[in-house]
């Protein structure tokens, strides 16, 4: 383990009650006068570094103003381009819708003769239609006439055979008219006038038969031409038909034309009438531009005023030091040896290597031991820390200007390159911190973690008190986290130690652990010398009222009651971003863990107001699901209220009724009655109620987190989450994305980690705020965990101890306290 100080002490201190060692005094001769001499010191030279801080800011502020006075004027013209482009623009709209309405009207006469072409191309079909007919008609007939010549050529071999009949005839006439001699000659004559005209008959056949033959041809030649009239009048009605669809697309296509049109006129006419809303809404923000000049110009003279006090403040505070440092020397006291205030804590902190700490006890002590680029004071907000100044360049660097002479605990400068090279300590996968992804968003951050790369390109050294930080994209969240104790800025001695930079020099004992002020802190020295803490939940509202304790931290309804009612005792109350939950080991195959709906019985079947009333003591608000109202408050959050009935219903529903294995829940072995176990122990039996046959697995306390023994031994842990910062991204990412030790329920939800990369690059607070909402129901549906409560804290301290402050983090800045008498 890797320790932070200069050395390890092998005892515990004693307790004993607070006590300040001094020697007499030449005036007051008592310590009061000696602890009031130191604490005015600590006092003048605070407020001169706050003077000094107040007035860097107002030079930042004065150069921010001046740049806002820039941009509007840049806005201004910018305004002016755009009025002129949408006059422009407004004016082009009106000819479009101009020669819309013409459009239209050519549409309009376009589908008049596209109708009168589609009446004439039906007549032309009927025409043609009618000419098929007749041709058909016509071939009838011919037909017709084949058959009656066919008839004729019959016909004509019945007269040929009946002249070739006559020709025999007269050839026998004239042969009986040879053998009638005298008598029969006038037969003879007529004999043969009968040959002739069967000769001749014979001979107009043949021609008539002749003339047949032709016809005949004629009529196949007439039958052909009119099977080609009809294959064309039928290719005619084909082309016709095709010219009617066209005609009927070109009608279909005007009309629709005609409808496009009017909704392009309606939409022109709509957009007419933005762009002169847009023109109205232009000239007002012209004129608010106008008045935002002017009132920059006012603020820089104000902010130019206030420089010019803060320079007045600084002349005059350097007045006060030197004043108070004579009246002081006079007072001729030996030097102030300091006062020790003594504390404790539950000793549940595994580490003190801020690097590597997780935990949120472990932050009372780091916070105060170690130091970071910026800091967190006690209303949440960013303060300066080393850097004494920032800025934005871009979207997405910052540029962040360094204190001179800032200093380690072993007197080493901190210097642009120390910071670095701490950074890069963070990120190094060898050091394999579970913090690492406090940095992940700077350029070359992912390269260097995975050892692609052998330096982070992100992190540029200026010179040698300048850096910055380029992202890889804007990231709100981003300087919030270079205020936590993880991301403090560290450096290693010879042995490989871990030294810091923060107001206290940490040694740790077995038990307990020592803060001694650092006397060359940058924001100058505590008020306190020394700060004991004890580790132990042991005797500590007995311990607190015998006077062995100055102020202690209180998260529990016994140790509350013990002390909120004692004279001389003042308790503060509050509360913290942060959650108490029941995680499942998602990765069990037990079947309640398995079963969504199971989980959502668990969820009603714990009676979270018992948690929090018999345990908490009232210090705490039952949740509805991970994040607490104070970082993202959604109204519209149902939560699952306690109602074992619908538990075993939905128990019932999964057929997860009757005896199963053993569910487990880890319990903290080696804590006794604190408030983890007391919780498990609630849930356990709440659990039991619904029938469920729970089994706690004892596991050492510095154990009871790791994600691997979670996944290997239990069903279901009991943790809490506080926040690092009040950005939603800081507070969900370590807990549900999933590849990290945080998330210790190993859930995994694409839809979640889709959400949550779109909500990380968002830069517009509003819509950003809606989808971690949306995120947090989506979580809240999946059931990861049983939801308990959001904590609230509550400290008490004696009467003559002022300036603790519990900032929304949870944590408190030991520098800070003042003990303003004696006891």
């Known amino acids: 383990m890797l320790f932070f100080g200069s050395k390890k002490s092998s005892k515990p201190a004693l307790l004993q009650p607070s006590t300040i060692s001094t020697t007499s005094c030449s005036i007051t001769n008592d310590t009061a006068t000696a602890l009031l001499k130191h604490n005015q010191e600590c006092a003048v030279s605070k407020i001169r570094n706050k003077i000094e801080e107040t007035e860097i800011a107002a030079d930042s502020l004065i150069q921010i103003t001046n740049s806002i006075n820039q941009s509007v004027e840049v806005q201004m013209n910018s305004i002016e381009k755009v009025v002129s482009e949408i006059s422009n623009y407004s004016a082009l709209a009106q000819e479009v819708c101009a020669s819309t309405e013409s459009s239209k009207q050519i549409s309009g006469q376009t589908l008049e003769v596209a109708g009168q072409g589609h009446d004439a191309v039906r007549s032309s079909i009927q025409a043609m239609n009618d000419i098929g007919q007749s041709v058909i008609n016509a071939k009838g007939v011919v037909r017709m006439l084949d058959t009656k010549a066919a008839e004729i050529n019959n016909l004509l071999d019945v007269i040929k055979d009946i002249a070739g009949n006559t020709n025999l005839l007269s050839l026998n006439a004239s042969i009986e008219a040879a053998r009638a001699g005298e008598a029969g000659r006038g037969f003879a004559v007529v004999a043969q006038e009968v040959k002739h005209l069967a000769e001749r008959s014979i001979e107009s056949v ?86 935002l000049i002017s009132t920059v110009e006012v603020a820089s003279l104000y902010t130019q005023f206030v420089k010019t006090t803060l320079s007045s403040l600084t002349e005059a505070s350097t007045g006060l030091q030197k004043i108070s440092t004579q009246m002081l020397e006079k007072m001729s006291c030996p030097p102030f040896t300091g006062a020790t205030l003594r504390t404790s804590l539950p000793n549940e902190i595994t580490t003190f290597n801020p690097t590597m700490s997780s935990e949120y006890l472990g932050g009372h002590i780091l916070s105060n031991a170690h130091a970071g680029l910026l800091s967190i004071n006690a209303a949440g907000n960013l303060s300066p820390g080393i850097a004494k100044s920032w800025h934005l360049e871009d979207d997405c660097t910052w540029v962040f200007n360094l204190r001179k002479g800032a200093k380690f605990h072993n007197s080493q400068e901190i210097t642009a390159e120390v910071i670095k090279k701490s950074f890069e300590y963070l990120l190094h996968p060898s050091t394999d911190s579970p913090n690492a992804w406090c940095l992940q968003y700077v350029e070359g951050a992912e390269e260097y973690c995975s050892g692609k790369a052998n330096t982070v390109s992100g992190i540029t050294i200026l010179d040698r008190y300048r850096l910055s930080i380029k992202l890889s994209f804007p990231y709100s969240g981003f300087l919030l986290n270079l205020g936590q104790f993880y991301s403090s800025i560290v450096t290693k001695d010879v042995k490989g130690n871990i030294i ?38 042991n005797n500590v509202a007995e311990d607190f009222i015998e006077g062995k304790y100055d102020f202690i931290f209180i998260d529990n309804k016994a140790l509350l009651d013990k002390v909120k009612n004692l004279p001389d005792i003042k308790v503060y109350t509050n509360s913290i971003m942060g959650t108490y939950y029941a995680g499942f080991n998602l990765t069990s195959d037990s079947p309640y863990v398995q079963s969504r709906e199971a989980r959502q019985a668990f969820n009603h079947a714990v009676n979270k107001q018992r948690i929090i009333s018999e345990i908490l003591g009232g210090l705490g608000t039952e949740s509805k699901g991970p994040f607490p109202p104070s970082i993202v408050n959604d109204p519209t959050l149902t939560g699952y209220s306690y109602n074992p009935a619908l538990a075993k219903e939905l128990l019932a529903k999964s057929s997860l009724t009757g005896p199963r294995r053993k569910f487990k829940i880890l319990y903290r072995q080696d804590a006794g009655p604190t408030v983890f176990n007391k919780i498990t122990e609630y849930i356990s039996e709440d659990l039991t109620r619904i029938g469920i046959d729970c089994e706690l697995v004892n596991v050492p306390s510095a154990k009871y987190l790791d994600v691997n023994l979670i996944k290997s031994s239990a069903d279901l842990y009991i943790a809490r989450w506080v926040a690092d910062t009040g950005d939603p991204d800081n507070f969900l990412q370590p807990l549900f994305a999933p590849g990290l030790r945080t998330n210790r329920s190993s859930y995994n939800s694409e839809t979640v980690n889709k959400k949550l990369a779109v909500a990380n690059h968002m830069l517009h607070p509003t819509k950003r705020l809606d989808l971690y909402k949306d995120i947090q129901k989506t979580i809240a549906q999946d059931f990861p965990w049983i939801f308990l409560y959001h904590p609230h804290m509550a400290y008490a301290c004696r009467n003559n101890i002022s300036g603790i402050k519990m900032n929304p983090l949870g944590l408190f800045k030991y520098e800070d306290i003042i003990m303003e008498q004696a006891d």
Not at 238 to 256: E, G, P
Not at 268 to 281: F, H, P, Y
Not at 507 to 535: M, W
């Open 206 to 291: 043949d021609y008539i038969s002749k003339t047949i033959v032709e016809i005949n041809k004629s009529i196949n030649q007439t039958l052909e031409a009119m099977d080609a009239i009809a294959t064309k009048v039928e290719l005619g009605a084909q082309i016709a038909n095709n010219t009617a669809q066209v005609f009927n697309t070109i009608i279909d296509a005007v009309n629709n034309s005609g409808a496009v049109y009017e909704e392009i006129s309606t939409a022109i006419s709509k957009q007419t009438a933005s762009l002169e809303s847009v023109m109205g809404s232009t000239e007002l923000m012209s004129n608010t531009s106008q008045q």
């Open 500 to 537: 810091g930079c923060g107001s206290y020099i940490l040694t740790t004992q077995e038990d307990s652990c020592t803060l001694a002020a650092f006397p060359e802190y940058f924001n100058g020295e505590p008020y306190i010398k020394n700060i004991h803490v004890r580790l132990t939940k």
